[in-house]
Structure formats: structure tokens, C-alpha cells
């Protein structure tokens, strides 16, 4: 098991870095970047993607400074090459002896654009150091930024996720047991209704009936914690808190119990009809014994190996309408703002952090197989 565990690990590098590639050079062809963002805001039109859509004079990417922009919008060739150096497009050389700052209007220095493939390798190894730099627009950096935003994707992860096992193993279990009958086909019915839901129109749902839309107004609209959360005692805090998360995680939960359950009530159904159940039976051992003593662990092997990943998938993955939708401020709408902002470190700094946690839930999944079922050997599986 210690070599499979090491060929994954290393497996990883190589993901990674392959992840890591094609999103930085799809960014190389997307137009607009943090140097039009800034000179966007400086004059007012509010978005990059506005301002190089406006003309044909719009030549500035993330490679360098077109003079034909600069002279049509009149702007300072100095303040642009600034931001070039800021953000990491260029860098100044000075002459061998010089202390002073290196800038423009240092004689001693010339700017030299950064090529994109140093830039990337130069950036891949501040990430293997887990420095992933600081915000363009936000002076903070980007861990900091992931950590400030990190207690909304908690709670729609965290209990998303145990939300729908909760309902699901047992409704699964029942489902199994009374297979075919009236209880089946009507939760079925349910089942499959709620999975046709999408999340983001339950959401609006959700907040129309029950938070001050048109009906009831019985839930906050907006953040994990009221106002006065610090000055309630300790069982205030926690009903204030579940008060807030209610809604969007009954939203976030909607579609993912419905899978669930019904991967449960198959994987029951396999093992009800294997030979070892019938022998248990004819043993004499209870229904509730063969059930939970024998199938319970042979059928919860799949779902419950795929606890770690589905925690991952609901952390990570949190909804950006749900966030949008309830007001949220977590990692969904971070990711989007860093895109559209073309904030580019808290943009690649995230995915790297996402894909390696993802990476590394997929080999604790297979451990969790391992874990419940000892016979199962990933080394032997050549």
C-alpha cells in the first residue's frame, strides 16, 4: 500500500503542473488583464472588457504596453511601464553599481519585458514555496484572501455534505428494504423532482417565501451572523448562526441528497441479492442483523468512501448564485471577482490550492475504501 500511496503523491506533480499549464496559457489569449483593469478604473469606464471592446486603439495586453494605446488615451508611458513592473510583465535592469530605486526615469535603468514562460516557471516556484504573493486590487495577500472568505465555504460545504448523507442512508436503506412498494414510487417521485430543481431557483424560491420576498419573512437575508452576533450568549450565537444558514444550505443541498439516495438504495438492492444474504437468512439471524450486520458494510463502500470528495466537491465547488443569491461573500464569488478583475495571483493561486487539496482527497478516498473494507488491495490491482 506505502508504494501505491507514493505513486499517487508523485502522480500529483505532474497533474498539477498539466492543470496549472493550460490555464496560464489560455489566459495569454484572453483579452484585457490587470494593466487595462487599473487604467479602466483610472478613467472611469469600470471594466477592461468595456474599454478594449471600444476601439480599434486598444492594444494592450498582458505581453506589453502598445505606444498606439497610449498615445490615444494620452496617458503617461511611465505610469504604464510602472504597472507592467508592479504586476509582473517587466522588470527593470540596472547598470552594475546603481542604488538608487529602478524605475523609469532612473537614466541607469531599462525596462525588459518578462517572456510568459519565465513568468510561468517563476510563478510555479513561489507555489511549490506556498508564497503565492498578494492581490493585485486588494493589498492583502492571497492566502490571507482565501482564508478571510473560507468560513462561507465551510458552512455550505461542511454541512451541505453531512445534510445529505443524513438523508440519504437512511431514506436509501428504506428504500431498499421496501422496494417496490408505495413508499418507493412516491419518494422516488420526490426524489426525482427535487434532483430537476435547480439549486439556484430553489434558492429563489427559498428567499421569495421565506426571507421578506413576497410572503414570510421568517430567515436573514444576508451573512452567516446578525449584527449583534459577538453580545449573545453562547446558545444565541449557535442558533443565530444555523438561523442564517438555513436557506442556503437547504438550497446548496437540494440536488445532491437525491443522487445519493438512490445510489444507496442500489448498492443495498446488489448486496440484498448476493448468496452470503440468503445464507445469513437461512442461519436464522434477524432481517436487522443481515442487514446492518452483514450487507450494511458491503453496500455503504461506495458512499461512504465518497465522503471526502463530495465534502471537497461542495466546499470548493460552493455555488456562486448561492452566494450571489444570499448574499455570501466566500470562495465562489472570490474566484469569479479574480477572474473578471483579471487579478491574476489570487486567480491561479486558488486554483493551484483547489486542485492540490482535490488531488490529495482523491488518494484519501482511496485510503477510506481500504480503511472500511480491509480485502480491498490497490497494490495487487496489476
Known amino acids: 500500500m506505502g508504494a501505491y500511496i507514493l505513486r499517487r503523491l508523485l502522480l500529483i506533480i505532474p497533474t498539477l503542473v498539466g492543470i496549472m499549464v493550460i490555464n496560464f496559457a489560455l489566459t495569454q489569449f484572453v483579452p484585457g488583464g490587470p494593466i487595462e483593469q487599473v487604467l479602466a478604473r483610472v478613467e472611469g469606464e469600470g471594466d477592461s472588457i468595456q474599454a478594449i471592446s471600444g476601439g480599434g486603439d486598444a492594444g494592450i495586453n498582458q505581453q506589453g504596453v502598445d505606444s498606439g494605446y497610449v498615445g490615444a488615451r494620452g496617458l503617461d508611458p511611465d505610469f504604464l511601464a510602472e ?10 535592469i540596472c547598470e552594475p553599481g546603481f542604488t538608487g530605486k529602478p524605475s523609469v526615469k532612473a537614466p541607469e535603468c531599462v525596462k525588459e519585458k518578462i517572456p510568459a514562460l519565465e513568468r510561468f516557471f517563476l510563478m510555479m516556484w513561489n507555489y511549490l514555496r506556498f508564497d503565492f504573493g498578494e492581490s493585485h486590487f486588494r493589498s492583502i495577500g492571497v492566502m490571507d484572501l482565501v482564508l478571510e472568505k473560507m468560513p462561507v465555504s465551510i458552512t455550505l460545504g461542511l454541512w451541505s455534505t453531512l445534510l445529505a448523507y443524513l438523508i440519504s442512508i437512511p431514506l436509501g436503506i428504506r428504500k431498499a428494504v421496501r422496494d417496490g412498494s408505495r413508499f418507493d414510487t412516491w419518494t422516488s417521485s420526490v426524489i426525482i423532482a427535487a434532483y430537476s430543481i435547480p439549486s439556484f431557483l430553489f434558492a429563489i424560491l427559498l428567499l421569495v417565501l421565506f426571507a421578506g420576498g413576497s410572503y414570510f419573512r421568517l430567515f436573514p437575508l444576508r451573512g452567516l451572523t446578525s449584527d449583534g452576533w459577538a453580545d449573545l450568549s453562547m446558545m ?18 437540494i440536488g445532491s441528497f437525491a443522487t445519493l439516495t438512490l445510489l444507496t438504495k442500489n448498492s443495498f438492492l446488489d448486496e440484498i441479492k448476493k448468496q452470503y444474504v440468503m445464507t445469513a437468512r437461512a442461519k436464522g439471524l434477524s432481517e436487522g442483523a443481515v442487514l446492518y450486520g452483514h450487507v450494511f458494510r458491503n453496500a455503504m463502500l461506495i458512499v461512504i468512501a465518497g465522503f471526502p470528495s463530495a465534502l471537497i466537491g461542495v466546499f470548493f465547488g460552493s455555488s456562486l448564485l448561492i452566494e450571489m443569491i444570499f448574499s455570501l461573500d466566500g470562495l465562489g464569488q472570490l474566484f469569479y471577482k479574480s477572474a473578471v478583475e483579471r487579478d491574476f495571483p489570487v486567480l491561479f493561486g486558488t486554483l493551484y490550492i483547489f ?12 485510503l477510506m475504501y481500504v480503511w472500511i473494507d480491509p480485502r480491498i488491495d490497490f497494490e495487487r490491482r496489476g
Open 236 to 253: 444565541g450565537k449557535v442558533l443565530d448562526y444555523f438561523w442564517h444558514i438555513a436557506l442556503p444550505v437547504l438550497a446548496t443541498t
Open 355 to 366: 486542485a492540490l487539496v482535490g488531488l490529495v482527497i482523491g488518494i484519501v478516498s482511496d
Open 83 to 92: 504597472l507592467e513592473v508592479q504586476f509582473g510583465f517587466a522588470r527593470f
